[in-house]
């Protein structure tokens, strides 16, 4: 054994690296930079496509009467009216589910985060939704149906707008406790050391959600005016324009459905303005929720 | 006369124990502070005596901190009664999310105050901290606009509004400017002899400057406790006088 004790400093590699490696590496990086490009072109493309598709064969459909007028007699067959039914009732239907789930979601995720935290039970809670979330809306719709029959409702105003706003339920909460997920753990500290109780403590906390809270709240009366799936038996489906809680109502989904089934051009090119209708709507509740992320953000917290 | 008393404190997070057999005294309406490394336990004992550690599930604690010679600890105690008797100042400024007015009235507010009685409050403790003339204008506004010197008095003012008999102040000027931190450490000395405050501080300088009473903690331990000149004139244990030659830590 010698007594000689190893450099502690190993002395840094001084050799170039070969200039044939560097190259495949730059060559590398271009091929998936190239990649990746070409995916987001895709999903540009696909969105660009559906806007265009809608565009160019509903625009010709598009007039005032159809946006302000409900479909008349022979509306199917190529006659006159529009549409409003099916607007009044989609706008009815998901602003409905949308207060309806807050007034559910907003005490439920508050308890979360002021009183349960991380517990086992706020992890199950967290679960339930997560899974009420990928339930498909048609499911929801069955639910209601045998619901409604067992109570003895017809379809309705009201039974479309609990059932959708069970499909809403999961996202508005889920979205709140993301939201409040973010809350600093100062905020907490603040709020408890100057004496606040835990019921105090939840009205802190959705005071600092409050930007998100909105943008929840959009994102949600977004989805709900989407969906066909849970207000095809529930709300059921008329001509006529909205007429209280009690009698049915049509929504845009559906009404794209019936028109685009008929075997007349002139109206399945309604379907698909009404398809551009509902596009819209969402398109500009989605830029509306995306900006007011912003907006409202000046008194929290970051 | 002490105000706040630690008996046999023992703190664990998970496993890992922070506090091991803390026993320490504050004299009342004096300024102690609490000095030690990074990493020693000075944030998680003052965390102690508002009841804030409870916020982190997995920390357990025995011993007993009493606060008037009772247990804020014991079985039935009231955590929000035992929390508006003491005052937090944190580290970094954390102004609520709302105006300037209504960051110093929330704590007023929650006590059910009535409304003359908070707009005096708020404007007599706005003046103690020295904000008052830079925000009159501007009481409506969003705190979050504030710059970290004005949002940390705030905080102060904030803190103060509800009258508390003790003031913890962890790190409180840590995070300022130097005018700033001077600033505050001016207006924590004026309180000497209004408040009993205990605060955490890594500047051995500031505690030198402050500090009637010093403790001085090592890897969760309390290692020594003294009056502040006694402490720094002739401290006794060996860490002591290594860590105030700067030699460790
Ligand atoms: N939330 C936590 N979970 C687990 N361990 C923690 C937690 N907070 C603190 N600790 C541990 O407890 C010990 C004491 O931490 P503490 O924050 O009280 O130190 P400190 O003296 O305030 O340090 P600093 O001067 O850096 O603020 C440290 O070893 C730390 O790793
Ligand atoms: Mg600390």
């Given at each position: 054994m010698s007594e000689h004790i190893s450099d502690p400093i190993p002395q840094a590699s001084v050799r170039p690296a070969k200039p044939l490696y560097l190259e495949r590496r730059r060559l590398e990086e271009r091929v998936f930079l190239a990649l990746m490009r070409l995916c987001l072109l895709g999903a540009a493309a696909a969105l660009g496509m559906i806007l265009a598709v809608i565009f160019w064969r509903g625009v010709g459909a598009l007039s005032v009467e159809m946006l302000t007028q409900p479909p008349r007699g022979n509306f199917y067959l190529g006659g006159g009216g529009g549409i409003a039914n099916a607007i009044a009732g989609s706008i009815l239907l998901a602003s409905g589910a949308t207060a309806a789930a807050f007034c559910w979601a907003a005490p439920l995720v508050l308890y979360l985060h002021?009183?349960?935290?991380?517990?086992r039970f706020a992890a199950w809670v967290r679960l339930t939704l997560d899974v009420l979330w990928g339930i498909p809306s048609i499911v929801y719709g069955a639910f209601g149906f045998s619901l409604m029959i067992l109570l003895g409702l017809r379809a309705s105003l009201l039974a479309g707008v609990l059932t959708l706003s069970l499909v809403v339920l999961p996202i508005l909460a889920r979205t709140l406790d993301e939201v409040l997920r973010m809350a600093p753990h100062q905020l907490l500290e603040t709020g408890f050391a100057l004496g606040a109780t835990r019921a105090e403590m939840a009205g802190l906390l959705l005071r600092q959600a409050l930007p998100g809270l909105f943008t929840a709240l959009l994102l949600a009366f977004g989805r709900g005016v989407g969906d066909a799936a849970s207000v095809l038996f529930t709300a059921g489906y008329t001509d006529n324009m909205p007429g209280g809680i009690f009698s049915p109502v049509a929504s845009l989904p559906l009404a794209v459905f019936f028109q685009l089934n008929a075997p007349f051009p002139a109206v399945q090119e309604r379907a698909y303005a009404s398809a551009l209708v509902l596009t819209v709507m969402i398109l500009v509740i989605s830029l509306t929720a995306h900006l007011s992320l912003r907006r409202l953000g000046k008194h929290v917290v970051r | 006369m002490y105000s706040l008393t630690v008996q046999n404190l023992n703190v664990w997070y998970g496993k890992q124990q922070a506090l091991k057999n803390i026993d320490v005294a504050f004299p009342e309406r004096r300024i102690s502070a609490i000095i030690g490394p990074?990493?020693?336990?000075k944030s998680t004992l003052l965390k102690s005596f508002n009841r804030l550690?409870?916020?982190?599930?997995q920390v357990r604690i025995e011993g007993r901190v009493l606060l008037d010679g009772e247990d804020i600890y014991a079985p039935g105690v009231d955590v929000v009664a035992v929390r508006s008797r003491i005052g937090l100042l944190a580290q970094k400024p954390f102004p609520l999310p709302m105006s300037i007015f209504d960051n110093v009235a929330y704590g007023l507010r929650l006590q059910g105050r009535n409304k003359r009685e908070i707009a005096e409050v708020v404007e007599a403790q706005l003046r103690a901290v020295g904000l008052w003339e830079e925000v009159k204008e501007r009481?409506?506004?969003?705190?979050?606009?504030?710059?970290g010197g004005q949002q940390q008095r705030l905080c102060l003012a904030r803190t103060l509004a509800v009258r508390p008999e003790i003031l913890l102040c962890d790190?409180?000027?840590?995070?300022?400017?130097p005018l700033s931190a001077r600033g505050i450490e001016e207006l924590l000395a004026a309180l000497r002899g209004h408040y009993t405050i205990i605060m955490v501080t890594h500047d051995i300088d500031q505690a030198r400057r402050l500090a009637d009473y010093v403790v001085f903690m090592w890897l969760g331990e309390l290692v020594e406790k003294a009056p502040a000149a006694e402490f720094f004139g002739?401290?006794?244990a060996e860490l002591t006088q290594a860590y105030l030659a700067r030699r460790i830590g």
């Open positions: 002021a009183y349960a935290r991380r517990s | 990074s990493g020693c336990g550690l409870e916020l982190n599930e009481l409506k506004a969003p705190a979050t606009g504030l710059s790190e409180s000027t840590a995070s300022l400017d002739a401290p006794r």
